[in-house]
């Protein structure tokens, strides 16, 4: 699989002149995890790949991190205009989906908070109206907006 993902790459890379991507893999192996980011030439973000940081979107935070960290982490600036949008269940929903959430057994909670969006102790908090880039709470995993491509529809 690594193998192919690279050969993409580098066919995008070669046919237009960059190459602007996220692959998510397995950091089970650091060996092979490093080894992968090495020959790819792209760094290594908190089981992220990024080519480029010009399509930096929304990225998954780590428990009880905020946006800032991860944003940092990830090469980029948390966006708080983009998670304030985030307002609707169908919204939280799909930013879950693009960032490998499993949403299946996922309760919706519409409460405005700090750390929203994310999802916290099984609970999908879409909504961001009260969204704070530096706002964190044990257990929860946060959607940060980290650039300037935060899609909240669209095909997963």
């Known amino acids: 699989m690594h193998r192919i993902s690279h050969l993409v790459a580098l066919a995008y890379t070669y046919l237009f002149g960059s190459c602007s991507a996220q692959l998510r893999f397995d950091v089970s192996s650091p060996v092979e995890t490093r080894g992968f980011s090495e020959l790819l030439g792209v760094q290594n973000t908190?089981?992220?790949l990024q080519y480029g940081t010009e399509s930096i979107g929304?990225?998954?935070g780590d428990d009880a991190d905020t946006c800032i960290?991860?944003?940092e982490a990830a090469g980029g600036t948390c966006v708080l205009s983009?998670?304030?949008a985030l307002d609707?269940?169908?919204e939280g929903f799909y930013v879950a989906s693009i960032?490998?959430?499993d949403?299946?057994?996922l309760n919706p909670?519409?409460?405005?908070?700090?750390?929203?969006?994310g999802v916290w102790e099984g609970n999908l908090q879409y909504n961001g109206a009260a969204s704070d880039c530096s706002a964190s709470s044990s257990g929860s995993r946060r959607f940060c907006c980290c650039g300037q491509d935060c899609p909240l529809s669209g095909e997963v």
Do not use: K
């Open 46 to 48: 908190r089981g992220l």
């Open 58 to 60: 929304w990225v998954l």
């Open 69 to 71: 960290a991860t944003c």
């Open 82 to 84: 983009s998670m304030t």
């Open 88 to 90: 609707t269940q169908e």
């Open 99 to 101: 960032l490998g959430v």
């Open 103 to 105: 949403v299946g057994d």
């Open 109 to 117: 909670l519409g409460e405005p908070s700090g750390d929203a969006p």
